[in-house]
């Protein structure tokens, strides 16, 4: 059910999944009613009551919330996006007071306190670039520069021509190797294709799913990148599954929606187990290869969502569990405010994982991060 710019005055013992309010004000109690997954958008919550709620991945985005009182609520995989918190309560202690005490008690350690679960993964997706002297000269370039990097993961998605050079100026090293794609089939009359099984065979461990331009430049759709997730799955490499919209979908404020649709279709009938071996790449297509990026709050809002919506799906424990990239022009001069997001697990990075001086940046921002 969707709710726009209205004024609510009691929610009580409703059961209301998948609610979602927008520019509404709701100033008043709301008891005993499950609103798991529900999503609350600019709304006006100061001073609202919420007791014995199911809250289990609600979000709350741009919401004034201050005065807000939550009480006995199950909030697992709950998230709170740039929302005015001020004088807020949950279970009695007062939000802001919290967090300005564990800003000071714990400082670095705390910054990535909620990512301490994840280890950030920088991913390189090199795309149609490189001849294989070209590629061992920037990997040999790479991995002097990163050799020191412990708490990032460094993968490097080369073209395929690319991956037996690439393993062997990488062996030993803290770099991973993935391929830019596979196909679905373990073998067949599939002329220029290339299965799982031949690129786990190699040592190949990631490999990009769903991109962009594949969907874009060669038809692939949700199907065929669900198809290809469980053929990656199953040969044992880690897929590294991109979703985003379009600028028009942005335009007509379906994002969410197409987000949703991407993750429901992409990660169907995967189980929680083999769902925690992906990484997903939040890729705005408008941001990619224009220069364009998504601030680090539209990165972060999207990727809260996401996983929201993995909390939704798989509980919020799993939610917690999975890397989740932004990759869109990210650079060295971006990256480390990206990064640094709560729902930003690090990123994947096409232009500037050509240059080894720029993708080390951007690594070792996310050691920061
Ligand atoms: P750019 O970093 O060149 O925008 O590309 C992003 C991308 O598509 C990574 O997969």
Redesign the pocket.
Known sequence: MNIVNEKLSLISECNSEDLRIERSRLCCDVEESTMEGSVFKRTQLCGAGFIENDMHGIGLQQCDLHGAGIERCDLTGAALVSCKLDGMTIDGINVQEMMTFYKNNFKKENTTMNKATRKAIIAG?WKMNKTRPEAKALLDELKGMVADVKSVEIVACVPFTNLETALAATEGTNIKIGAENCHFEKSGAFTGEISADMLAEMGVEYV?LG?SERRQYFAETDETVNKRTKAALAAGLKPIV?VGELLWERECNITEEVIARQIKLDFFGIEAEDLKKCVI?Y?PVW????GKTATADQAEEVCAFIRATLAKLYGAEVAEAITIQY????NAANAAELVSKTNVDGG?????SLKAADFTTIIKAAEVG
Do not use: K, R
């Not at 941001?287 to 224009?290: E, K, P, R, S």
């Not at 990759?327 to 990210?330: L, V």
């Open positions: 997706n990009v991109h991109c790449a890729e941001a990619i290869g224009t990759g869109g022009s990210m994947l990075i096409g232009g500037a």
